[in-house]
């Protein structure tokens, strides 16, 4: 995708800029001379203990052992579409007292800068250092001033730029402080396996550690966490510190929360198996799969999604749903028939649900009049057959972000705000069983690690992500999410490397993404909190024919080992384990059934 903004006339402008508001004001970098009671105040700026004490966004920065300007280690930056790898610190400083700023740098459009002076914030840059060169800029601290914070980056989409010995040489400030214990810590989404927990940020800390029963659980950067792996109708005490680069708080009061007894919590599905196979049936259209009638459905199938309830119009909402017409599906069943067959899955503890939307169905919902009409149409599907609920595969041109529609804890756009309306209006019509599951593409979801919507200066592609504000604003009520790992391009996963379809490694990286959770477009004032594992399956493709990005049976079970058991994972780390994974989702039944059933077959024989 291509930027809107080149990097060489505005840092050049800014530079500029800096520079004559520094000589107005009589701070002259080279008239900067240091005290003798200066010191190098920058907490390990020759990064001979990794990271430690920096914070890098997006996951963008690691320490290298070549190249180095001095000792055995260096910083390595690497942007990636948004993010220009920004790697910053926060320093104790003096107030009205004058501070110069250097390090070593080397690459391509490399940035050293200081932020938060309570004067004219600094930054200099480099364009190409081939070899090691150091920059140098200084700042004089306001009145008030108590901290600062001095921070290294390269540009968007080019190559890996790196730094070494930086200093920031100044007087010191007062010794910094652990920060204050959190506050305001409740429970959230409670299931039989995870509590959700979130509370008040505070003030200098760099990232929290949750406690179960006074007992280290996890660390996370931001303020709400779910904690997974525990047991059902089990009441567990929960406390959350506060850490810096100076140590942690004292623990905060406890909160208590008890598991239910069984199933999943959040959206309707709590009597799913522990694990559960989802499938996609060719309902309303035959294609070379051939056409599969519910009856004849094995009950390898946990979830059946009828494809599909499509529009009367790109912006109508008023979708339809029927079966295959006879002269394309010879042996299709009656009416009759097919509602009997969706009956006798419910009874024997199956979901049956109507999918809208699917590669050919576009639904943008951009008015509320289409709204209403969604709502109104997709309950008369449910009422009609009996279903338990509703699958949302938009795809397409479906869901895109207006310009400016850049948070996805506050989406503006009318056809994301729509949607979410029109489900919240189904699912309290409905009531707590309702099923509600979405089959988003990578593009729509994990993409947004990189990039979200048009971007801050416009010009990408307004659909990336743009799933997000959808899933976030109703994981309460989500059942189950199973994004595509197919017909996919290649997508960045938190280790910041590409993953390509069609093997476990792709699985593995994507699914990770979901249960870890990631900062969007790599802002981490912006991160897209975890999913609980049993809201996830993984969605692939039953056959070659089925879909681009086929994984064959090996290589679904190396992702699950690695997922569930930690085993298997290849090159790839995890940020976790979880054995209550939800399982696995296939377009489709009716192409399974053409490849000899090998994918239930296979999930079946996994899963026991």
């Known amino acids: 995708m291509e930027r809107t903004r080149r990097p060489a006339l505005y840092p050049r402008l800014v530079a500029a800029l800096a520079a004559a508001v520094l000589t107005a004001g009589g701070l002259v970098a080279a008239a900067q001379t240091a005290r003798a009671a200066d010191a190098d105040i920058a907490r390990n700026g020759g990064f001979e203990s990794g990271l430690t004490g920096w914070s890098c966004t997006a996951g963008s920065g690691s320490v290298v052992t070549t190249p180095v300007h001095g000792g055995s280690g260096a910083l390595r930056g690497t942007p990636a579409g948004n993010d220009n790898a920004k790697c910053s610190q926060t320093v104790t400083v003096q107030p009205d007292s004058a501070y110069t700023l250097s390090s070593w740098v080397r690459g391509g459009y490399v940035y050293l800068g200081a932020s938060g002076t309570g004067t004219t914030d600094v930054s200099t840059w480099t364009q190409s250092a081939a070899d090691w060169q150091k920059l140098t800029t200084s700042f004089r601290t ?7 914070t001095v921070y290294t980056h390269g540009w968007y989409g080019t190559p890996a730029y790196y730094a070494d010995d930086l200093t920031l ?20 989404t409670v299931t039989s396996t995870s509590v959700a927990l979130s509370w008040a940020p505070v003030t200098g800390a760099t990232g929290y550690t949750v406690y179960r029963g006074g007992a280290k659980a996890l660390d996370v950067s931001g303020t709400s966490a779910t904690v997974t792996g525990l047991s059902p109708a089990t009441a567990y005490s929960f406390q959350v510190a506060a850490t810096n680069a100076t140590g942690a708080s004292a623990l905060s009061p406890a909160v208590t929360a008890t598991t239910a007894t069984s199933g ?21 259209f035959a294609n070379g799969s051939g056409y599969t009638r519910m009856a004849d459905v094995p009950a390898s199938w946990d979830v059946i999604n009828l494809a599909f309830g499509e529009p009367t119009s790109v912006t109508s909402g008023d979708i339809r749903f029927s079966l295959c017409p006879v002269a394309e599906c010879p042996n299709v069943e009656s009416v009759a028939e097919f509602k009997a067959a969706i009956k006798a899955k419910q009874a024997a503890g199956k979901k049956v649900l109507i999918s809208i939307g699917g590669a050919n169905g576009q639904v943008q919902l951009s008015t509320t009049a289409a709204r209403d009409a969604f709502v109104s149409s997709v309950s008369k599907i449910i009422d009609e057959y009996g279903l338990d609920g509703l699958d949302i595969d938009f795809e397409g041109h479906s869901l895109s972000l207006n310009t400016g529609d850049t948070d996805f804890r506050n989406p503006t756009t009318p056809v994301v705000v729509n949607l979410i309306s029109a489900i919240k209006t189904l699912k309290a019509k409905y009531g707590a069983d309702f099923v509600l599951t979405m089959a988003p593409e990578t593009f729509f979801v994990q993409l947004g690690y990189q990039f979200y919507g048009s971007g801050p200066w416009g010009g990408q592609d307004p659909r990336a992500g743009s799933y997000l504000p959808v899933i976030h604003t109703l994981r309460d009520d989500l059942t189950l999410l199973h994004v595509q790992d197919y017909n996919s391009g290649p997508i960045m996963g938190l280790d910041n490397q590409y993953h390509s379809m069609g093997g476990a490694d792709f699985h593995i990286a994507m699914t990770d993404m979901l249960l870890t959770g990631f900062p969007v477009a790599g802002d981490t004032t912006k991160v897209f ?14 056959s070659t024919q089925a879909g681009n990005g086929h994984t064959s049976p090996a290589e679904v079970n190396k992702a699950l080992n690695c997922l569930t058991k930690k085993t298997d994972c290849g090159s790839y780390q995890t940020h976790g384990t979880w054995p209550a994974l939800r399982g696995l989702m296939t377009w489709s039944i009716n192409w399974d059934r053409f490849n000899q059933w090998e994918f239930s077959k296979n999930f079946d024989a996994y899963f026991g």
């Open 142 to 148: 306001g009145p008030s001033t108590t901290s600062v």
């Open 169 to 188: 040489v100044g007087p010191g400030g007062a010794p910094e402080q652990p920060p204050a214990v959190p506050t305001g810590l409740k429970a959230g």
């Open 264 to 284: 999943g919590g959040g959206g309707g599905g709590t009597d799913l198996p522990a694990h559960a196979l989802v499938g996609y049936l060719h309902s309303s």
């Open 529 to 542: 909190p975890a999913l609980r594992p049993d809201q996830v399956a993984i969605g692939l493709p039953a």
